[in-house]
């Protein structure tokens, strides 16, 4: 079952905050989370395994909750460069198949 | 970060031929090679898993005979897509994982368009 992501899509300026959010309806192993720009392959970001970590490098950090059936990705004074569409991957115990989210479009404008 | 490299990027064929795209981990062994499509402005859907020397595990609703895996050697995938339709227009990619290591991450192929006409 593909896990769902919200919000959908999200318009930002240059320098404001958002937050991305994975939910899934079974118990998790572990999250990866991924950029696409249009066309090209994903780009891997980060992958969180424990409940309670939270991750982090440069301005864009994740965290993987208690119950670890959810995560989310947090990006601050985002950058134009941070345009893209983020996906969750994730991860079920037993089983090494990557299942990705819904995704989450994001611009960033001037 | 490890490099996966898809080939062709892209791809016109006839309806009825068939197209083989392949997948190499070039500076890593890959036990694990995972298959995805993707539609426009949608996320990637797993076709199959395909671990090396044994036979690929598809996902409910994706044709085996129409698209062929083989994992041949640690660090080659091929997906063949028989007897081509215009409906298997679409970009396919591969990942790459190396699965006797711990918590590793996925490394991404740059996809392949495909167009049948």
């Known amino acids: 079952q593909q896990p769902v992501q919200s919000p959908q899509a999200v318009i930002l300026r240059e320098g404001e905050d958002a937050v991305i959010n994975c939910s899934s309806s079974?118990?998790?192993?572990?999250v990866h989370w991924y950029r696409q720009k249009h066309g090209e392959a994903p780009i891997f970001l980060m992958i969180l395994l424990k409940g309670g970590e939270q991750k982090g490098h440069d301005k864009i950090s994740a965290s993987f909750n208690e119950k670890k059936q959810q995560s989310s990705l947090y990006l601050t004074a985002s950058q134009l460069s941070y345009s893209g569409t983020y996906f969750c991957g994730t991860e079920m115990y037993g089983n090494e198949k990557l299942t990705f989210g819904t995704g989450t479009r994001l611009t960033i404008i001037p | 970060g490890a490099v996966v490299s898809q080939h062709p990027s892209r791809v016109i064929c006839k309806s009825g031929t068939s197209v083989k795209i392949e997948c190499r981990s070039l500076d890593f062994q890959a036990t694990t090679m995972f298959w995805y499509r993707q539609f426009p402005k949608k996320s990637l859907m797993l076709m199959a898993t395909s671990n090396e020397g044994s036979k690929a595990t598809y996902e409910q609703g994706v044709e085996k005979d129409k698209f062929l895996i083989n994992h041949a050697s640690l660090t080659l995938s091929t997906l063949t897509v028989t007897s081509a339709h215009p409906e298997d227009s679409s970009f396919y990619i591969c990942?790459?994982?190396?699965?006797?290591?711990?918590?590793?991450?996925?490394?991404f192929g740059q996809g392949t368009r495909l167009t049948v006409v």
């Open positions: 990942s790459a994982r190396d699965l006797r290591l711990v918590n590793t991450e996925a490394f």
């Open positions: 079974k118990a998790l192993y572990s």
